[in-house]
């Protein structure tokens, strides 16, 4: 599995509404998604646009 190093990442919940509110991940959170990240963004060779969008659509994450 490839390793990755981010920095400071501001994510932001998206409601079912498609409104986004700002929303600050917790270490815990992160961590729990860290594994879809990698294997997309390290694994399966997805750009980081590519990932970002997927990390939204799938699980309501949006990095800014």
Do not use: C, Q
């Amino acid at each position: 599995m490839a390793t990755s190093s981010l920095g400071s990442v501001d994510l932001t919940a998206t409601t079912l509404e498609g409104t986004s509110l700002p929303h600050s991940v917790s270490k815990h959170e992160w961590e729990s998604h860290r594994a879809t990240f990698e294997r997309l963004y390290g694994d399966e060779n997805k750009t980081l646009k590519e990932v970002m969008s997927i990390m939204e659509r799938d699980y309501n994450l949006k990095a800014t």
